[in-house]
């Protein structure tokens, strides 16, 4: 009787190991892992600096200068604002600022006039 307990003290043992083993690889490739680092990387923010020279809508055109992390050049564009941003800025404002890429629409996570 003892033998047998232990036969099915080992069995379990290992089966549990090999359970346990293939939930931590499972967890290192499973799809929800990916998609967090998918989604971590499009809410990454870049910076900018620039001159806003256009307010419409719900969005600020701003006159940016490079932005290096994105291979962009400096250029015109306009950005999706929320109304307390729209509200903060004026035609002319040198100001600095944070986006992120939505998509390929871009919007304003953050903005400042700067003196
Ligand atoms: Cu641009």
């Known amino acids: 009787m003892k033998n047998i307990d232990l036969v099915y ?24 892992l990916a998609t967090t680092e998918t989604a971590a990387h499009t809410e990454q923010v870049y910076l900018a600096t620039g001159e806003v020279t256009a307010i419409a809508g719900d969005r600020i055109t701003i006159a940016h200068g ?10 015109t564009m306009g950005f999706g604002a929320s109304e307390d941003m729209i509200s903060s800025v004026n035609v002319g404002d040198s100001v600095s600022f944070s986006f992120q890429d939505n998509g390929g629409d871009y919007a304003l996570t953050s903005i400042t006039r700067l003196p």
């Open 66 to 75: 490079p932005v290096a992390e994105i291979e962009w050049p400096p250029m």
């Open 9 to 32: 003290a080992l069995a379990l043992m290992t089966a549990l190991g090999a359970c346990a083993q293939s939930g931590t690889s499972a967890d290192n490739e499973s799809d929800p």
